[in-house]
Every structure is written in C-alpha cells, then in structure tokens.
C-alpha cells in the first residue's frame, strides 16, 4: 500500500511547527510498512492535484496571504475544491483551515475572499486566543481527545449543515463562544490546533490516515504501533492543563 | 509661598531616592537569598517613579544590542573590547533584557541622587520590549544582529516584531544603526530614514536555490516579490535581492571577506574594516559566532575601538549558557536553544563533529521559553540522527520533556538511546561525564534552572556575577 500526499505551500504555510504533521504521518505510515510519498507544492508549481491521496494545509503569516491567495486563484483554488468534492483526505490546520471557508474579515470589516469550498467564514476580533487546548472528536472522526495549542485573533463560524470536528473541552476552539473546535465536511479534517498536532496525537494521526487509505484501497485496519511515548506526552499535556 | 515652591521642588527629588533605594535594597534582598536575574526591583522603581530610568541612565554613552538572536555574545565581546581599551563598562549580564530587568541594572549603578557611576553601558535589549526600552533610554548606537522567527506566542508573526523595532527606530534619529546587512528584514529598519549606517556581513555562502531553503522572508518586505539569493549564509542571510523593485542587501563596511577555516572551537575569516583586510581568529565556532562578532566589530567601530585582541582568553566571550563550558570529567557544554534558527545552527555545530558525545535536550514551556512548544518540529533532528552513532545518549529533560522525546523519536533517533529525566536538577548535579563529553540544549528556563547547579559543580562563577 501507499499514499501520495501533498503538502500544500510549504514555503509560506509553515507557520509554526506545521511540518511536524508530514513527519509524524509518514513515520506512522512507514512503521506499518506502508509507503508514504510526499510531494511539496509551493508557490507558482501546478500538478495536478488527482493523484494525490492525502492533502496537508498549515497554517500562515498575513504578510504572505497576499501571495498564497494570488497563486490559489490561478487555477489551484478549483483543483483543490474538486479533490475535496471527489472524497480526498485533507488536514487542514490553522490558517489553512481557515482557507477553505468562503472569507476571512479582518478587524476594520474588510472582507479577503477564500475558496470557499466548506460553508463557514472566519472573522477577526480584538484579542488573540492563545494557549494550551484541548477538543474530544466527535465519533465519526475516531472520538479521540486532543490537546494542542491554539493562536489565532480569526474567529470561525461554521454553516448550520457543517459539523465540527469535535467539542471544545478547555481552550476556545472556533470562536470561544460555541464550544465547535474546527470542522469536518466529507474527509476533509480542519482545526485549529496549530503545529504538530498529530504527534502527541496519534488516534487522530491514526483515523486521517485510515480514511485516507480506505479511500483508495477500501476497507482497512491499521497494525498497532508502541505510542508510549506519544501517550506519556499526551498525559503529561492532560496534567498540565488539569491545575 | 516661597516655601511651597521649594518642597514641590524637593518632591521629584525625594521620590527619585526613594525609587532608587527600594530597588537596590530589593535586589541586594533578592540576591542574599540566591535569587538573580528579576524585574522585581526594576518594577518597583519605575512605579514609583516613573522617569528612573531616563534619569540614571542621564548622560551616559549607552550601546544597545537587540535582535533575535545573539544579542548576549555580541555584548560580550563589545564589553571586553570597551574594557580593552580602558573604558569602565557596566552591562546587563544576567539577561534581564526587559525595561524593569534594564532599568534595575542602571539604578544599580546610580548614586542615590540618581548620578551615573560608570559612564559606558552595553545593554541587551529584547527586540519586542525595545520600543519601550527606547522611550527611557537615548542610546548612543544600536546594533541589530537579525531578524529570525521566535516564540509565536509571545512575539507574534515575525513582522510584528520588525515593525515594533521600526517604531522605535523612528523615534531616535540620532543614534547610530549597525545593522546587519544579510538580513534583509534588518536592512529594511534603515529604510529612508536619517540615522548614519554601518552594516556588517559575510561575503561569501553556499550557493544555493533559494526556494530549497527553510526562510523566514522569502518574499520582498517592499514590493512582495520573491527575493533571490546569489547564496546563503544560514536561514534567510545572504546575499538577498529583489528582482522585481531592486531591493537588495546594501554596501557592507564591516565584513568578512572570506571564511578562512570553522574548526570545533574557533574560526578564522579575513575581516575588512572599509576596505582594510587583516586576518581575525574569532574565538567561537560558527557562522552566526561570525555574524556575532562581526555585529561587536561594527558597535566598537561607530565608538572608533576595534574588535579586543582575543588571546587565549577566549573563555570571557562565552556568555552564561551560550557554549559555556563545564569543567566536569570530559567536559559538559550548554548552549542555549530559543528558536529554529538559533536551534538549527546549534545541530548544524553537532553534526559537525568527529568525536563521540552525550546529548541532553531540556525543554520547558514557561513564558521565557515560550508556552507554544511546536516551535521544536521546525527544528532539523533529522540531520543529527543521521550522526547518531556518535551519539552516546540522548537525555529529554523539562517540563515538554515529553514532546522533546517525541520529536528526537520521529526524527528517527534509535529508541534505545533515547531516555527521560524527570528531575534535571538532581541529573546534573551526580553528572561526572566519565565517558563522553556532554552537550546541554536548554530553553531558557531549563538554563537558569541548571546553570547553578552546574557552575557549583564545576565552581565557576555566578550568574549574578
């Protein structure tokens, strides 16, 4: 078995550790002795995007939006919107999340079109949510609890036919207000636990990858690999954030 | 009447020895019981009253050092080369590089009626606090070392910060600006403003696409193009341009012509002072040690001094916890880790090596340290696992011990190698390094928390020296 994943925009969508997530999915994978192939797609390069299993999305600085949203409309931005359509496995994370949704409104109302390929639109408000976080998945997105770290003045909205990803146990989530931290629309898997979420993280690491893979070679079951360490990291976040 | 006047005009007076007692006698408190490096004191003075620090600081020739990072070595050196040429130089050497941390260390060195006693000072600034360091304090020079992406939580993305240093800039356009001039979010800090310019740089790098490269500014801070690069040094240094709007890295006065030899423990480069070539030893290993060193050259040359003949006391450059050296059995040397860049150069040294050694990597998550820990998987373990036969063990230490291990397990270090300590302190107090030598990698915490215990072992000096 093997996936082909893309990471998309490497080179400006890297904002803090993003790149932790390939790593972690590609070991994971590799120690089951399954092939991973990782292709960056940076800025200004156009492959096609339909023989990719698996896309990851980090997240970004405002200073190269700019840019990255000039490159996404130069055709890019249909691409990924029909590999989403077409059932691809997608991570997005942060400001790639963020990306999907139909706009980003910045504090003084102005509106930045995104792609607009899941129904919610973010919209930045005084007062960054920062700090350790933590959501439990709901089931169909493997019910695994999650703690990450959360930095991000943009708040999400979600449409009333979108599910999140999960519910927020401490931390903010999508806007502090509603509990929903990040979303889940056909296989694509966003939140806003920014950097290396899937690390600390393995049963979520674990289920993209299973639904990435059950995507293309149907039913799976994935070899259990020793998370010890995965899981004392995890634990030792737990207790942190218990005090 | 008469009378009132005159005691209005004792109040400010009678605060100002008030602010400037309550903080010394804090301090010498807060270190009797072992406590350096605080801003409780500095705080202490400014609330009571506010304009301390401007006042003590009154007509002193003050050298200011920020940036992300190597702001302690390129102090130090600039310190000794003032020493060296006889100038008494005060410093803020325990990296209280906040305003109350600032501002404690010049009241300290104030009379009670608030007279500068040593009339030279070289202080550290944090890039994020200099705005406001600059409101209190009319620094003769600034140097800038670079520009590099640092705590996300605590710092903001990396334009906040070149921004923040920018407003400061403006607001002083007498000082002299020694900027780094392979940096081009530095070189942008100059940009059409008045202050007289020095620039420091390396002249030559490794040829490289700069697409390949992890960069912290890939695209033009004018016109958004993307820069490119006749080669790199490390990160994004280089010889930077943009093609679209011919931004691009200006004349350096200060530089080195060329890198002789980087051995384990020194490098030797032809240096140019405008125009005149001479060979310099820098007493430090690597390239950003260069740029160091190059950032203190550039300082003491805007004061008309040159870099101190180095001799064989090199030791005195080695700022606490950056490549300090432990005198404990083969050796234990701790360098400081802060961000990816400063941690990539840190593996790229490593790697480098030809003997065997022990590797302990503390990491922690207090506000120093930064509380977002993703910073480490920006960090390329994978480079020094592929060496990891000279590697003995590989210690994970601190309060993320358990992301450290993580990240060096997923860099494909072997698993047996890899073991967590759960109380440093204790670890580095029975250390004997009878086997190999150890390098420590702390985060800042993780450093004051050791540093003691091993400057104990070893009997070097205090930190609150």
């Known amino acids: 078995m093997e996936l082909k994943i893309c990471h ?17 999915m590609k070991k994971r994978l590799e120690w089951r002795g399954i092939k991973a192939d990782i292709t960056n797609l940076k ?59 139909h706009y980003y409104e910045n504090q003084a109302g102005v509106r930045c079109e995104f792609l607009g390929a899941i129904d919610f639109y973010t919209k930045s408000k005084p007062g960054r949510l920062t700090g ?17 770290f959360e930095n991000h003045s943009g708040r999400s909205y979600l449409g009333l036919d979108v599910s999140p990803l999960g519910k927020v146990i401490n931390g903010f989530g999508n806007n502090g207000e509603d509990k929903t931290e990040g979303v889940r629309y056909k296989n694509v898997f966003g939140t806003y636990s920014h950097g290396p979420v899937l690390p600390k993280n393995p049963e979520l690491c674990d289920f993209i990858l299973k639904t990435a893979l059950e995507q293309k070679y149907g039913k799976c079951q994935l070899l259990p690999l020793d998370d010890d360490a995965e899981h004392r990291a995890h634990a030792a976040v737990a207790r942190k954030m218990m005090y | 009447m008469m009378e009132e006047k005159l005691l209005y005009k004792q109040r400010p007076g009678i605060r100002l020895t008030a602010a400037i007692f309550l903080c010394k006698a804090c301090r010498a408190v807060l270190r009797a019981f072992r406590r350096g490096g605080t801003s409780l004191p500095g705080k202490i003075a400014l609330a009571i009253y506010p304009d301390v620090l401007r006042r003590c600081s009154c007509g002193m020739k003050i050298i200011l050092v920020s940036g992300t990072n190597g702001k302690t070595t390129t102090c130090r050196i600039i310190e000794q080369g003032l020493r060296a040429a006889g100038i008494d130089v005060m410093a803020n050497r325990s990296g209280a590089n906040l305003l109350a941390g600032i501002c ?91 202050n007289p310019c020095l620039y420091f740089g390396v002249d030559e790098g490794e040829a490289t696409i700069a697409s390949e490269e992890k960069s912290d500014a890939l695209y033009c801070i004018r016109c958004r193009h993307k820069y490119s690069y006749g080669y790199k040094t490390y990160g994004h240094l280089g010889d930077f341009s943009c093609p ?83 005198n404990i059995g083969h050796g234990a040397t701790m360098i400081l880790v802060k961000n990816p860049a400063g941690f990539t150069q840190v593996i790229s040294y490593l790697s480098n090596l030809n003997y065997g050694y022990d590797l302990m990597c503390c990491l922690d998550d207090q506000l120093a340290d930064g509380e977002d ?15 990891e036969r000279l590697i003995g063990n590989v210690y994970t230490a601190g309060r993320r011990r ?42 800042y915490s993780a450093m004051m928390r050791l540093r003691p215990v091993l400057a104990k072992k070893s009997r070097s000096k205090d930190y609150w020296e």
Request: charged share 20%.
């Open chain 1, 132 to 148: 350790n976080y933590s959501f439990r998945c709901y089931p169909i997105s493997g019910g695994s609890t999650v703690f990450g």
């Open chain 2, 373 to 387: 820990v993703s910073w480490i998987w920006d960090v390329p373990f994978e480079n020094l696992a592929a060496h």
């Open chain 2, 104 to 194: 404690a260390e010049f009241v300290a060195n104030s009379s009670m009626q608030g007279k500068a006693q040593k009339q030279t000072a070289v202080i550290e600034c944090d890039e994020a606090a200099l705005k406001l360091v600059i409101e209190h304090l009319s620094p003769a020079v600034l140097v800038v070392t670079n520009i590099f992406r640092d705590q996300l939580d605590r710092y903001g993305e990396i334009m906040n910060t070149r921004n923040g240093m920018r407003t400061a800039i403006e607001k002083n356009s007498s000082m002299t600006l020694c900027l780094n001039a392979d940096d081009s979010l530095v070189v942008s800090l100059a940009d059409s403003l008045e």
């Open chain 1, 8 to 24: 998309l925009y490497p080179d400006v969508l890297n904002l803090y550790g993003d790149g932790g997530n390939i790593i972690c």
């Open chain 2, 402 to 443: 358990g992301d450290m291990y993580l990240r060096l397990k997923y860099a494909g270090f072997t698993p047996a190698k890899l073991k967590e300590i759960k109380d440093d302190r204790s670890f580095a107090a029975k250390l004997d390094c009878r086997t190999r030598p150890l390098f420590i990698l702390p985060t």
């Open chain 2, 244 to 326: 679209e709007c011919g931004y691009a890295r200006p004349e350096r006065q200060i530089s080195a012509k060329h890198i002789i030899a980087m051995y384990d423990d020194y490098s030797l480069i032809d240096m140019s002072i405008f125009g005149q070539c001479h060979e310099q030893k820098i007493p430090l290993p690597a390239v950003y040690n260069i740029y160091n060193s190059l950032a203190a050259a550039t300082g003491l040359h805007s004061l008309g001094l040159s870099l101190p003949d180095f001799g064989d006391e090199a030791d005195q450059v080695y700022g606490f916890g950056r490549m300090e050296k432990f």
């Open chain 1, 43 to 101: 800025i200004g390069e156009s492959n096609s995007l339909a023989d990719f299993d698996l896309f990851f999305m980090g997240g970004g600085q405002d200073f190269e939006q700019e840019v990255l949203l000039d490159d996404l409309h130069r055709g890019k931005d249909k691409n990924i919107i029909s590999a989403i359509e077409d059932g691809k496995t997608f991570l997005t994370v942060c400001g790639g999340y963020q990306m999907l949704g």
